[in-house]
């Protein structure tokens, strides 16, 4: 195109910039006859620049600048255009279907020229075809990154696609997981119950019951003994009835403390875990300290109670299963949380039980303490080695109280 528009108007030099839109300049993109001091000059220029290409970019029209010598606009630039040999400009804009400037065609001649109204003619109509091919190409460009964006968009959604499904498909397993072990912690559960129901008639038909026999025959023997027949007999008889009922009271009142400690409630949980430790060092040859910060004060009823029962779990396991001499169970508060520790010198768990452990927990015992922590938003974690084995149970500060129970120790 720009060899044809040189060869129409006879000129010596020519040139084709195209319009940046964005920054409203325009760039040569192909040119004819000229030098590189001439190309860095005019790299760019926009529409303010008072040059034959500036001048059609800001009115939308050819300008014909028949003597450079002659034109006041262009002085600023008669340097450049004596040194690249030229003397006359036509520039023309080349506009697209809505008016807006694509870009510049110029011509330079050696010697002052006008164009003739017929070779401005032809001149319009090859500018209108060069337009409509930049226009064409612009397009198919936009066309082009439309479908490279639309490939994109297709491939990025795809991907989308399959991580979601990917995701869900692991959120279902899981919760296909989870619900498999709801139903085995439900059995299990289920299972506990009719274990300690058999385990608490056991025991009292085993011992409280036996008791009660051996009373009912003391107080039966009471009856065939006269006041005056023999009175020593009577006495011990008594004695040995009184000693009876003490002891059947004693062992109704564990069996109610291991049901629910009432001392729980009354005094909170500091006096529980104190009856807790008390009991299990007159039960086994086990050395259990206890250490309690003064600051606890009351919780929720239910967090106490939650972290009774986990004690008590750890310590049961502790009698049956650790083989120690010494364990200890400390209670400690600041600002951030409440902490349950267990401790005991024993022989440990072995590794793989312990991952599991630590993994999904085994059995109703360490699902369950993990579960009762869970509950107020806090966790269980067990360390273990050769050692000994350490249970930690902690939870957040925003969920140790209410409005309610405020009340501290007295």
């Not at 491939?155 to 997981?177: G, P, Q, Y």
């Not at 109703?364 to 966790?379: K, L, Q």
């Amino acid at each position: 195109m720009l060899a044809a528009v040189v060869e129409l108007l006879g000129a010596d030099k020519g040139n084709v910039q195209l319009l940046d839109a964005e920054r409203q300049v325009l760039a040569i993109v192909t040119q004819r006859g000229f030098e590189h001091a001439f190309l860095d000059t005019f790299r760019e220029v926009s529409c303010t620049d008072d040059t034959g290409c500036g001048r059609a970019l800001r009115l939308r029209r050819p300008i014909i600048i028949e003597d450079i010598e002659t034109d006041a606009g262009y002085a600023p630039y008669r340097a450049t255009a004596r040194a690249a040999g030229y003397r006359a400009v036509v520039s023309a804009p080349m506009l697209g279907g809505d008016g807006r400037p694509l870009g510049i065609i110029s011509t330079h001649f050696t010697a002052t020229h006008r164009p003739t109204e017929h070779e401005m003619r032809r001149l319009s109509l090859y500018v209108r075809q060069a337009a409509d091919f930049i226009q064409r190409c612009k397009t198919e460009k936009a066309l082009r990154q439309s479908e490279g964006r639309l490939r994109e968009l297709s491939d990025r959604l795809d991907s989308e696609v399959k991580a979601r499904t990917k995701e869900l498909e692991e959120r279902n397993n899981d919760m296909r997981e989870q619900s498999e072990q709801l139903r085995q912690l439900s059995w299990r559960l289920l299972r506990a119950r009719d274990e300690e129901r058999r385990h608490l008639a056991r025991e009292l038909h085993d011992s409280t019951g036996q008791l009660l026999a051996v009373l009912n025959i003391n107080l039966s023997r009471l009856q065939s003994i006269s006041a005056d027949e023999n009175t020593e007999v009577r006495n011990k008889v008594l004695e040995e009835c009184s000693t009876l009922a003490a002891e059947v009271t004693s062992q109704i009142r564990t069996v109610s403390y291991l049901l629910h400690p009432p001392l729980l409630e009354e005094r909170g949980l500091p006096s529980a875990l104190k009856w807790l430790v008390d009991g299990l060092d007159q039960r086994s040859q086990i050395s259990v300290t206890l250490d309690i910060a003064d600051e606890l004060g009351r919780l929720l009823p239910d967090l106490e109670l939650a972290l009774f029962r986990i004690a008590q779990e750890s310590l049961t396991n502790v009698h049956r299963h650790a083989k120690c001499n010494n364990a200890s169970v400390r209670v400690s508060r600041n600002a951030d949380r409440v902490s349950l520790e267990i401790k005991d010198d024993g022989n440990g768990i072995p590794r793989e039980k312990l991952a599991n452990l630590s993994a999904h927990g085994s059995g109703v015992g360490i699902t369950g303490m993990r579960e009762r922590a869970r509950e107020f938003g806090g966790e269980l974690r067990i360390y273990s080695d050769e050692s000994g084995t350490r249970i930690l149970v902690t939870i957040p500060a925003n969920r140790l109280r209410s409005p309610d129970s405020l009340t501290t120790l007295s």
